[in-house]
């Protein structure tokens, strides 16, 4: 399974570099969003930034003139709508993809990962 708030900034990655230089709304739209999801991903992430993306999107789809930025906000939008993974990312301040297999050692409380003795 991938991560929505890994696919979304993968998107957004992809589409601010090709974004049409001539509208705003494609240009510094689609790079704000990414910014935002970037933090998201990276742990940085405020419960209102999810809230912030659901604003922005819909204008980057209204205003922006490139069809590559509108249908990237389109496809960000959709996978806002797992609101569970994206505020796990934030509350969490790691992706519930990953999960690490820990057990607790009983010499120091010490937890061991997957393989380790």
């Given at each position: 399974?991938?991560?929505?708030?890994?696919?979304?900034?993968?998107?957004?990655?992809?589409?601010?570099?090709?974004?049409?230089?001539c509208?705003?709304?494609s240009?510094?739209g689609?790079?704000?969003?990414?910014?935002?999801?970037?933090?998201?991903?990276?742990?940085?992430?405020?419960?209102?930034?999810?809230?912030?993306?659901k604003?922005?999107?819909?204008?980057?789809?209204?205003?922006?003139?490139?069809?590559?930025?509108?249908?990237?906000?389109?496809?960000?939008?959709?996978?806002?709508?797992?609101?569970?993974?994206?505020?796990?990312?934030?509350?969490?301040?790691?992706?519930?993809?990953?999960?690490?297999?820990?057990e607790?050692?009983?010499?120091?409380?010490?937890?061991?990962?997957?393989?380790?003795?």
């Amino acid at each position: 399974m991938t991560c929505t708030v890994q696919q979304a900034k993968d998107i957004l990655y992809n589409v601010s570099r090709n974004a049409d230089p001539c509208c705003v709304f494609s240009r510094e739209g689609t790079l704000q969003v990414y910014r935002i999801v970037s933090d998201i991903a990276e742990g940085r992430g405020e419960l209102d930034d999810v809230d912030l993306l659901k604003e922005l999107l819909p204008l980057i789809v209204s205003y922006s003139g490139c069809d590559l930025s509108k249908q990237a906000a389109l496809e960000c939008l959709t996978l806002l709508e797992d609101t569970g993974e994206w505020e796990y990312h934030i509350t969490r301040k790691r992706c519930p993809k990953e999960k690490i297999e820990r057990e607790p050692n009983a010499i120091g409380g010490r937890r061991r990962r997957r393989g380790e003795s």
